[in-house]
């Protein structure tokens, strides 16, 4: 739409509106009125002068004065008439108006409708641009939450197989633990069957040396028998004395006593535990 035009079309349409059959116009400041006329080409009498003349003869008045009046009034009505045509309008004129005004109203039709347009694909463009740019920002969202679920993915996956191989040194750690743990006791339980494998040796020791001192005393204190005879011997309290049957028994036992010491200190523990066995 042209700047210029459009301001001159609205105050056109201001100044000429629609009133009944015409159309307003601006009229000189002397008229307050609004008149049409509908005067053709033809000018035509105002009135019949035959017969006011014929009037004015039957009222009294000669042929000539009739006349002469006539002339006058004929003369005030047109000069009148002059007067309130010039704040008239012609049909001619109307029709030209209305015209111009069906004109004015056709361009400022088309240019409204063509401006419409214009604005409509405007509209439509920026419309068609906005969701291009939104399905750009929905293509890069989904990118960007791909990315990142993707890189989450991949850092959970690496957290696992680190947690994962800890673990497994974790439990290789445990493992040796249990075995240093293990071999620890079993060298715990080695010495103390050490141990008391010495402490019994050393009180069957005391106990050997006890007996033989003890039966170094009975035999001391009894008659001198051979050691042949001992072994040789049955020990039967009912067919011997009280003090031979003892003697004859703690010297078997304190031989038996060093015989198994000597195989323990020989031979290894179990067998020295089956030697000791009564």
Known sequence: MKASYLPAAIQRLHTYSRTGLGIRIPLPSSYSG???SSSSVTRLPYFD??????RLEKEGLSREQSEGLMVAIEQVIDESMKNLITGLVTRSEIEKQQYTQRVDFAKLKSE????EKQDFALLKSENERLISELEKLKQ???EEITRTQASVRL?????KGRIRDELGVRELKIREVDTRIEGE???????????KFNILQYVVGTVASGGALLLAYIRMSVPHVPVSVIDKA????HEEGLGSFVYKYFTIRCIRCFI????????PMNVAKVAWAP
Request: glycine share 2%.
């Open 260 to 267: 198994t010491q000597k195989l323990a200190l020989s031979y």
């Open 34 to 36: 609004l008149c049409f």
């Open 112 to 115: 409204i409708q063509l401006v």
């Open 155 to 159: 850092d959970l996956n690496l957290e």
């Open 234 to 237: 049955d020990l039967n309290p």
């Open 185 to 195: 006791i079993g060298n715990l339980r080695t010495t103390m069957e050490s141990v």
């Open 49 to 54: 002068s035959h017969q006011f003349v014929t």
């Open 140 to 142: 890069r969202l989904r």
